[in-house]
T-cell receptor, first 113, second 112 residues
Framework: DTAVSQTPKYLVTQMGNDKSIKCEQNLGHDTMYWYKQDSKKFLKIMFSYNNKELIINETVPNRFSPKSPDKAHLNLHINSLELGDSAVYFC????????????FGPGTRLTVL | AQSVTQLDSQVPVFEEAPVELRCNYSSSVSVYLFWYVQYPNQGLQLLLKYLSGSTLVKGINGFEAEFNKSQTSFHLRKPSVHISDTAEYFCAVSDSNYQLIWGAGTKLIIKP
């Protein structure tokens, strides 16, 4: 069983479209995250979600919004996609913030044309 | 604010040679430090972490790291690398809000 799964694995879309990436974890963790990894492999935290508390990286545009229907899922919605949104997006989970190991999904490669 | 510096963007090394990947962080009262590895086209996975106690931390795949508080460093080492160690390695430190601050990554290139 995959611990952290993401769908889709690849996403190609046009500028201006709205898209979603789904993430599910079966580890029973309380905290989930979304990261953006650019073409230079730089990893940037976008959101962390812990016990219904959302911590937002202030540099993330409000076109990005996380949605958590339950503790095992944290989906990422992106409105009005821009060329600069092209990147690999990783979902991760951990039991708690800070000291716990984060378990990463396989990533979603988003290409905006 | 906490920051992490990985001094080398790429480290080429011959197979079976030792390697050290460098990581420095900005000073803080207490820190939790991590090394993650990303194999090609995969997500990241934990190699090792320092929370407290012994400053020498052993991880998976024969890697180890030493926490040096005076030098604010957490360098990663392996005595003999294998071709399968080819990957991107990320150092990270938790900040006061328990968010991980990530380094820019070091690409380990193993030469046959």
């Amino acid at each position: 069983d995959t611990a952290v799964s993401q769908t889709p694995k690849y996403l190609v879309t046009q500028m201006g479209n709205d898209k979603s990436i789904k993430c599910e974890q079966n580890l029973g963790h309380d905290t989930m995250y979304w990261y953006k990894q650019d073409s230079k492999k730089f990893l940037k935290i976008m959101f962390s979600y812990n016990n219904k508390e959302l911590i937002i990286n202030e540099t993330v545009p409000n076109r990005f919004s996380p949605k958590s229907p339950d503790k095992a899922h944290l989906n990422l919605h992106i409105n009005s996609l821009e060329l600069g949104d092209s990147a690999v997006y990783f979902c991760a989970s951990s039991q708690e913030l800070g000291t716990d190991t984060q378990y990463f999904g396989p990533g979603t490669r988003l290409t905006v044309l | 604010a906490q920051s992490v510096t990985q001094l080398d963007s790429q480290v080429p090394v011959f197979e079976e040679a030792p390697v050290e990947l460098r990581c420095n962080y900005s000073s803080s009262v207490s820190v939790y430090l991590f090394w993650y590895v990303q194999y090609p086209n995969q997500g990241l996975q934990l190699l090792l972490k320092y929370l407290s106690g012994s400053t020498l931390v052993k991880g998976i795949n024969g890697f180890e790291a030493e926490f040096n508080k005076s030098q604010t460093s957490f360098h990663l080492r392996k005595p003999s690398v294998h071709i399968s160690d080819t990957a991107e390695y990320f150092c990270a430190v938790s900040d006061s809000n328990y968010q991980l601050i990530w380094g820019a990554g070091t690409k380990l290139i193993i030469k046959p």
